[in-house]
């Protein structure tokens, strides 16, 4: 585990690692999510050369997640007066940039769905019904998440 001032905790090393795991279950960068929890840990800014070194990896791994999650919007540039340097920090409100590239996810599976549905109509029945339970469940999904956002952006505003 890193060495200065990541959390020494064993609780907050394992969350680092176990975000880790997550992400990649889902499909993203380990580091990525191992990046996300020290900063939902450390509520600072921090260089590209910090954040590598304190998760010890490269510093070109560490550019490629920082823009990765800079895309997604869950973290952000800061320029600091007189410091050359990048810093990043959590944005505010990572949780919604997290919940709505989720939702563009099934937005699109929904869409895939819905098209072979179209395109298979002459096929069979249970082919057919098991395509519309999916689509519906998609469907579902999206009204669910959108929801969520909407009472999270106000909540945001208060």
Do not use: C
């Not at 919940?99 to 098209?115: C, S």
Request: proline share 4%.
């Amino acid at each position: 585990m890193p060495k200065q001032s990541h959390p020494a905790h064993p609780a907050a090393e394992r969350l680092i690692e176990q975000m880790g795991l997550q992400w990649e279950a889902e499909g993203k960068p380990r580091i990525a999510g191992r990046l996300f929890a020290l900063m939902l840990l450390e509520d600072r800014d921090f260089t590209l050369e910090e954040l590598a070194e304190l998760l010890q990896v490269s510093r070109g791994s560490m550019s490629t997640n920082t823009r990765l999650l800079e895309s997604e919007g869950v973290i952000e540039r800061v320029a600091k007066s007189g410091d050359r340097r990048v810093y990043y920090r959590l944005t505010p409100d990572p949780y919604r940039a997290l919940i709505e590239a989720h939702l563009k996810r099934i937005e699109r599976t929904r869409d895939v769905v819905a098209q072979a549905r179209r395109e298979l109509a002459a096929e069979t029945k249970q082919k057919h019904t098991r395509l519309a339970e999916i689509e519906r469940f998609h469907k579902f999904a999206i009204t669910a998440i959108t929801t969520l956002l909407t009472e999270r952006k106000q909540q945001w505003k208060r």
